[in-house]
């Protein structure tokens, strides 16, 4: 079993910041170890897409549209990922997924957080 909860999002004006969280929790955590975390995020008629991951090595892979202006972290002990936004543009409005791999036991989705940037 496994909880993604996801925190932060809202409404910020063009070149503000935002910072995501997602805590994740459960049983499955305890016995399957996290192989990755990551962002995704879908804007209205689009199709979701991947905005950044980490490894439980701590390899980071960003979309090209957002490198330089986002970062991915992690604290392996909160079993929590972190997505700054910096630099926010209109064209990051969507609404923001957060994704785990676990090892043996598959990919769970988070309930999404929207994320809406005015020009």
């Known amino acids: 079993q496994v909880q993604l909860v996801e925190s932060g999002g809202g409404l910020v004006q063009a070149g503000g910041s935002l910072r995501l969280s997602c805590a994740a929790s459960?049983?499955?955590?305890?016995?399957?170890?996290?192989?990755?975390m990551g962002w995704y995020r879908q804007a209205p008629g689009k199709q979701r897409e991947l905005v950044a991951t980490?490894?439980?090595?701590?390899?980071?892979n960003l979309a090209d549209s957002v490198k330089g202006r986002f970062t991915i972290s992690r604290d392996n002990a909160k079993k929590t990922v972190y997505l700054q936004m910096n630099s926010l543009k209109p064209e990051d409005t969507a609404v923001y997924y957060c994704?785990?791999?676990?090892?043996?036991?598959?990919?769970?989705w988070g309930q999404g957080t929207q994320v809406t940037v005015s020009s």
């Open positions: 980490i490894t439980s090595g701590g390899s980071t």
């Open positions: 459960g049983s499955a955590f305890s016995i399957f170890g996290i192989n990755a």
């Open positions: 994704r785990v791999d676990l090892a043996m036991y598959g990919t769970s």
